[in-house]
């Protein structure tokens, strides 16, 4: 079973008891949202939509991972998603169930660990996440990984009532490999 280890987490396939966990801990946090991704689905729903991801991730479109805390405690997401092979790049996405673990850093370790599987494993080129503007937790986590915002599409999104922003970042190969060192 592949396993990322990183200090203070570690990646690992996401099976369908850790995915029943997370839908079933999945908290919202109303003074800093965020995209909702899955948000207000039934258990039945959150299975099918298990059962959907499993069959991208059978295809090699996604890799699918859950953040673990040491101790195995599944505490989020992480997803190298429509992984394209003709041109070497995919989306990066990520999330976690309890406000408790978010701003943390470990979305930052959990990034760090999917960035280096993506380009050393994968043999990806490009990485790319788009977020929407008022969240900002996602903008400082794609700036301490390196990536850089290559784009701004301006009141893209409905979202709380109000147009916002979505910001596309983008890192390279060569840039992750020159801010790890």
């Not at 039934?42 to 991730?57: D, G, P």
């Not at 997803?79 to 041109?87: A, E, F, G, P, S």
């Not at 760090?112 to 503007?133: C, D, Q, V």
Request: some cysteine.
């Amino acid at each position: 079973m592949l396993k990322l280890q990183g200090e203070r987490i570690y990646l690992a396939a996401l099976e369908r008891e850790d995915w029943k966990k997370l839908h079933l801990n999945m908290e919202y946090d109303f003074d800093n949202p965020t995209e909702t991704v899955g948000f207000g689905l039934s258990v039945e729903q959150a299975e099918a939509r298990f059962e959907e991801i499993q069959k991208k991730v059978k295809k090699g479109i996604h890799v699918y991972l859950g953040v673990f805390l040491n101790d195995g405690e599944v505490i989020g997401d992480v997803v190298l998603q429509r992984i394209d092979k003709t041109n070497r790049s995919c989306s990066l996405g990520m999330g976690f169930a309890k406000a408790q673990h978010r701003n943390t850093g470990y979305g930052t370790e959990a990034a760090k660990l999917a960035l280096r599987y993506g380009f050393h494993n994968l043999g990806l080129e490009r990485i790319w996440a788009s977020t929407y503007e008022i969240n900002t937790s996602a903008q400082k986590l794609m700036e301490k990984t390196g990536f850089t915002l290559e784009g701004v599409h301006r009141k893209a999104v409905y979202f709380c009532g109000r147009r916002v922003d979505e910001h596309y970042y983008g890192i390279l190969k060569d840039e992750f490999e020159a801010n790890r060192k």
